[in-house]
């Protein structure tokens, strides 16, 4: 496989911070550990710990209508867009400036995928927004990729992390992106090799790009290691794709006859978030 080696970045954008648990998935929340740490920091916009706020201050500056720069931003990654103390207007503030910043593209992921499908009942998703819910087992999982195939546009992702058990015959019908990962922390519950090759075989039957982020505390060997010691490899490859489009336009893709990039090098750049924490 050509590496790329040019470096692509998340950016953080954080109108709405912290959140409260619904799922499996959130037992060893990142985002809550994390907003405990800013808090205790003294950092700007964690007064509130990790209880829902709105900063209305974020929505009026509107950073990325400021930056110039063709970003990939994730939306809200230290919260859930659609959580149930979120007020429609300011939801409809978020959108209004996704549109406005038609040169950059975002992403946002739910687990409130029932509210997130009566907001875009009667509202168009922009064409730079790419939505995704969480689908870390069948149970939670599947009924929030139901809701989302129900949603009219393209962009579409699931996030399978923690990925917590075989996802089987999940069926991926109008979804282009799957992005897995085991979960990290001394508390991590184990992600199987088998899980993530039946999960990778599910996206090469139904021609869905597959990305798989990182192992987390266990390795694909079952074995505790510890984060950043396990690695993203399966069975000796990475599997890590996405569709081009992701990426804003005029973000160059080092080789450009590649039809799926690598995109080990995406990450949240957490300086910038911190940044951008500040009002
Ligand atoms: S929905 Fe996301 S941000 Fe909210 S508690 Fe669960 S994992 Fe954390």
Known sequence: MV?????????????FTGCTKISPACKNCYAEGLALKLHKWGTAGYENKFQFTVHRDRLEKAVPLKRKKPT?????????TFH???DEESIDQILNIVKKAHWHNFYML????ERMKGY?????????LWIGVTVENKKDGFPRLKDLQTIETVNKHICCEPLLEDLEDIDLTGIRLVVGGGESGNKARKAELSWVESLHRQC?????HFYWKQ???YGPDGVFKGKGKTGYLVNGKALQSFPKNLLPKNVAVQDSTRSEVPFSEIK????????????
């Open 3 to 15: 590496k790329v080696r040019k470096k692509l970045e998340a950016t953080s954008w954080n109108p």
């Open 72 to 80: 990939l931003y994730f939306i809200n990654n230290m919260s859930d």
């Open 84 to 86: 149930e103390d979120a």
């Open 110 to 113: 739910t687990k409130r995928s």
């Open 120 to 128: 875009f009942k009667n509202k168009a998703v922009p064409d730079n």
């Open 204 to 208: 090469q039957i139904q021609n869905v």
């Open 215 to 217: 192992w987390g505390s």
């Open 268 to 279: 949240v750049n957490h300086q910038k978030l911190f940044r951008s924490s500040r009002p």
